[in-house]
């Protein structure tokens, strides 16, 4: 019997063996294909030999032999420990390589993101040139005296077809941006007042426009001044109102209504705006920040749209900390409430600091860097109306000769594109900053590009930018701008303007 048993121990550990030695083959073969196994497969070899050798063993004591108990148990646990670590191998082995695919996959995600954003930097700037152009032309044709009526509305509808479109391309951007997390909100001090007396300046036409009816209540105190992004704040409101008014016929009505409440020095803001257009049935509502969202054909036919604005609103509401929450019914409107906590924050008044609105452009002279002709032209032709000399720099290399062989104090402001040949934006403005000259470090430089990407923004701050404008910029936008920075140029100068 004790012998019966010895045979038993020997021969099932010589079957463990066998299924160690094909468990072995398959582990080499799956692992051969790996790099770092490239010149080193005679190593993957060697367990199986090994293998091999105690398996004859194993059958030679068995066949020849007269093993004991002790060497039966040993024998056969001798196989168990080799499965044992045959096994553990395996699995080490395994998740190494899911680990490795893993990592692949993650690189090549991270890899396309970076491909995609970009692409879509590039997308930015090419689509914007062009739109740049339209728009700046059909601005100055409509302010040609004498122009025909039926022209002027056909150069109307070229820049409201134009501004479409211009907001279709900042809406995908935008997707993106807040997709990749490029987004990054500033924190400076806003009013409130002043957002929602800009905000309602802008809709009321509109609302007049279309034959609806506005209203607008506040309802509790607005703090004089908080802590948070006064223009993505902004963008955000004029996104549901410009919907409200779209989706609304006439007699109809679009109300919005501001609510706050401050505690523990925050402003708990809410902000609602409330339509009675075409509305939205229940089983769409909960899909309605999902972008490209519409909810039937025949509602994209009549009222356009793509179905981004509401998810860039979402997204930047969440982004904020705050929440966007819609309510609807088919047939008889719908109403979207934007609720934000904002820190209360003091305000220093700037005395010394001359009002921008008070800066004459008139007499001062501007140097125009860009290498698109048909930008430049738009931009000078701008600068024109509003008695301001400009100068034309094809690219950053000529626009760095130029300023400094002029005099200093010759040029008011640098107005600097950033993707041109020869030389960038950003290189030209890091060497005009280090230039020896007294005006080099305080001559405001704002760059005019159709990059609109947060990571464009960082890096024009950082080249020694003072701040940006995306083309295409409006010609009050531009005259703002202008007006601010030549304000704070001529503060740190001591308050001295130039003749």
């Known amino acids: 019997m004790i012998n019966w048993i010895i045979d038993c121990l020997v021969y099932l550990g010589s079957l463990l063996m066998v299924f160690n030695i094909c468990g072995f083959v398959r582990f080499a073969r799956r692992i051969s294909g790996m790099k770092i196994w490239k010149n080193k497969k005679l190593l993957l070899h060697i367990p199986i030999v090994l293998l091999v050798l105690f398996l004859i063993g194993y059958l030679v004591v068995g066949v020849f032999g007269s093993p004991d108990m002790v060497m039966g148990l040993i024998l056969f646990f001798g196989s168990v420990f080799v499965y044992v670590m045959y096994r553990l191998i395996d699995s080490i082995t395994d998740r190494i390589l899911k680990n490795e695919q893993v990592e692949t996959q993650l690189r090549a995600a991270e890899e396309a993101s970076r491909t995609r954003t970009a692409f879509l930097a590039t997308m930015s700037h090419e689509m914007r040139t062009p739109m740049n152009v339209i728009l700046g032309l059909s601005d100055l044709a409509r302010k040609e005296p004498g122009l025909p009526e039926k022209t002027r509305q056909q150069l109307e509808k070229i820049n409201q077809s134009g501004q479409h479109l211009l907001g279709l391309i900042n809406h995908m951007l935008e997707i993106n941006e807040l997709g990749t997390g490029e987004v990054a909100l500033k924190v400076e001090p806003l009013c409130p007042a002043d957002i929602l007396s800009q905000v309602n300046a802008i809709t009321q036409p509109l609302c007049e426009g279309k034959g609806l009816q506005y209203r607008y209540e506040e309802i509790g105190p607005l703090p004089a001044c908080c802590a948070g992004d006064a223009m993505q704040i902004k963008n955000l409101l004029l996104g549901l109102l410009n919907n409200a008014v779209k989706y609304t016929d006439a007699p109809g009505s679009v109300s919005f209504t501001v609510g706050c409440t401050q505690a523990d020095g925050r402003a708990g803001l809410r902000f609602e705006v409330a339509d009675t257009g075409i509305g939205m049935s229940e089983k769409f509502l909960p899909h309605v920040f999902d972008p490209f969202a519409q909810e039937d054909a025949s509602s ?30 088919k047939g008889k409107g719908s109403a979207f409430t934007f609720t934000v906590s904002l820190p209360i924050v003091e305000t220093e008044k700037e005395e010394d600091a001359p009002p921008a609105e008070d800066v004459a452009l008139a007499g001062r002279r501007v140097l125009v860097v860009e290498d698109v002709p048909e930008n430049a032209e738009i931009v000078q032709d701008l600068l024109e109306l509003e008695d301001v000399a400009s100068d034309h720099a094809e690219n950053g290399q000529i626009a760095l000769e130029m300023f400094n062989k002029a005099p200093p104090g010759t040029y008011d402001v640098i107005l600097m594109d950033i993707r041109m040949p020869v030389m960038d ?23 005019l590009t159709a990059n609109a990407f947060q990571s464009d923004i960082d890096a024009a701050l950082s080249a020694g930018m003072d701040a940006l404008l995306a083309k295409p910029a ?13 304000s704070v140029a001529q503060k740190q100068k001591g308050g001295l303007c130039r003749d």
Not at 302 to 318: E, I, N, P, Q, Y
Not at 474 to 486: E, F, P, R, S, V
């Open 300 to 329: 994209t036919n009549r009222f356009g749209g793509s179905g981004l604005s509401l998810a860039v609103s979402k997204k930047m509401a969440d982004l904020m900390g705050g929440s966007l929450e819609a309510r609807s019914e």
């Open 425 to 447: 934006g950003l290189e030209a403005t890091r060497r005009i900053r280090a230039l020896a000259r007294e005006d080099a470090a305080a001559i405001p430089i704002i760059a």
């Open 474 to 486: 409006d010609a009050g936008q531009l005259y703002d701008t202008l007006k601010k920075w030549i």
